[in-house]
Antibody, heavy 117, light 107 residues
């Protein structure tokens, strides 16, 4: 069965760092581009970052550019999001999502990040 | 950035009704639209990709159409389990963007 499982969320102080992980199973991870998408409490969806299978192409939303870094380890079937200089407005549920045919056809269950002092 | 303007923001309809949700992109997109359904406390679920293609396992009462800047999601014969928030998405140009969401209430 195809699965994405995020982990690494938690409570962090403003200015702090956190690394999120997304473990993939049930499909050939290296063949797919992957994304991070977040959702602030009670708000809509916000795309954050995209990475192709061989990691040769990466894109970021302006809201996280320079603070967040997406990377992957295909040998471990894992996707990551390194988040630095966190702000209160980064408080959200963070999802990893598989890219397919101009849509996100698989999503993890999400991991919650709370930025607060 | 391409803005996605979704309407209405809320719709209340009865079982069996037809519901239409619209999204307008701020510029022409080459059919790279998708629609998602999200229920409270759950991750979004892909319903429609590339404007009109039904994702595997999604009931046929969901359909997508449109071109250029305007797309629609139609739910024919609304069911109780369709109560959710629906989002459109453009995957044509980075940064990818979503509509604001439409909450569908089933009376």
């Amino acid at each position: 069965e195809v699965h994405l499982v995020e982990s690494g969320g938690g409570l962090v102080q403003p200015g702090g760092s956190l690394r999120l992980s997304c473990a993939a199973s049930g499909f050939t991870f290296s063949a797919y581009s992957m994304n991070w998408v977040r959702q602030a409490p009670g708000k809509g969806l916000e795309w954050l970052s995209y990475i192709v299978g061989p990691s040769t192409t990466i894109y970021y939303a302006d809201s996280v550019k320079g603070r967040f870094t997406i990377f992957r380890d295909n040998a471990k079937n894992s996707l990551y999001l390194q988040m630095n200089s966190l702000r209160a407005e980064d408080t959200a549920m963070y999802y990893c999502a598989r890219d397919h045919n101009y849509g996100f056809d698989m999503w993890g269950q999400g991991t919650m990040v709370t930025v607060s002092s | 950035d391409i803005q996605m303007t979704q309407s209405p923001s809320f719709v209340s309809a009865s079982v069996g009704d037809r519901v239409i949700i619209t999204c307008r992109a701020s510029r022409v997109i080459n059919n790279c639209f998708a629609w998602y359904q999200q229920k409270p406390g759950k991750a979004p679920k892909l319903l429609i990709y590339y404007t009109s293609n039904l994702q595997s396992g999604v009931p046929s009462r969901f359909s997508g159409s449109g071109s250029g800047t305007d797309i629609t999601l139609t739910i024919t014969s609304l069911q109780p389990e369709d109560s959710a928030t629906y989002y459109c998405h453009q995957g044509n140009t980075f940064p990818w963007t979503f509509g604001q969401g439409t909450k569908v209430e089933v009376k």
